[in-house]
């Protein structure tokens, strides 16, 4: 599987630009053994540009969701001109998936630390902005996903550092998977992250002069029955 080209994905404003994570995490996702025809979920799906690397990947059958109407719309055509039987739908991380199980689920989710207020249901920040520690969405993802991971199933999800990856490992092993850190890597900082830059220095969260984040992709696991 080919990393993306992603100045060919159509991209609405509003919508999240695939960068150095989307790379991160549709690599992690090629080196993970993954049974052909395996059922997929891509929450937060974006442009739809990690559906399209999962639907190449083993000829999985994905499901892409998303809370936003732009992304959903832009997921849409970017699976459908590339003839990829991708199903998007529009909604709040897991309810449109609710009672269904995955053999594999990849999540990008908003984890730029922000303002303590998040922002509201049309802002643009939506995409980044996870609230004052950059948890708000991460959390929600790890005390959902396990009830819908099947067993043997697999979760991976890309975040930074900064965003506290212990704490993420600590809550997916609470919840009865494995968990560990299966890739990363340094990151420039982005334009979201060059503007917080003097922010979140003085809260301490980057050195002084400090442009580059340290990206992971964390994997968990549910034991076969």
Excluded: K
Aim: net charge positive; proline share 7%.
């Amino acid at each position: 599987m080919e990393l993306l080209n992603t100045m060919l994905l159509l991209r609405p404003p509003g919508v999240y630009r695939p960068q150095g994570d989307t790379d991160l995490l549709s690599e992690t996702l090629r080196r993970t053994p993954v049974p052909a025809g395996a059922r997929v979920l891509d929450i937060g799906t974006g442009t739809g540009a990690v559906s399209v690397a999962a639907a190449r990947h083993g000829d999985c059958r994905v499901t892409a969701v998303d809370v936003s109407l732009r992304a959903v719309l832009a997921a849409r055509l970017n699976t459908m001109i590339r003839g990829l039987p991708v199903r998007v739908r529009r909604g709040d991380l897991f309810a449109p998936v609710r009672g269904q199980l995955f053999d594999v689920i990849l999540a990008n989710p908003p984890y730029v630390p922000g303002h303590v207020a998040l922002p509201s249901l049309h802002s643009r920040a939506r995409a980044w902005n996870a609230g004052l520690d950059g948890r708000h969405v991460l959390d929600r993802i790890c005390a959902q996903a396990p009830e819908h991971l099947a067993p043997g199933g697999t979760l991976l999800m890309v975040h930074s550092a900064l965003s506290g990856i212990e704490q993420t490992l600590d809550m997916l092993r609470a919840a009865g998977l494995t968990a560990e850190v299966a890739a990363g890597g340094m990151e420039p900082f982005g334009p979201v992250m060059r503007a917080r830059a003097h922010v979140l220095e003085r809260r301490g969260l980057i050195r002084p002069g400090q442009r580059y984040e340290e990206l992971v992709v964390v994997r968990a696991g549910r034991a076969e029955n």
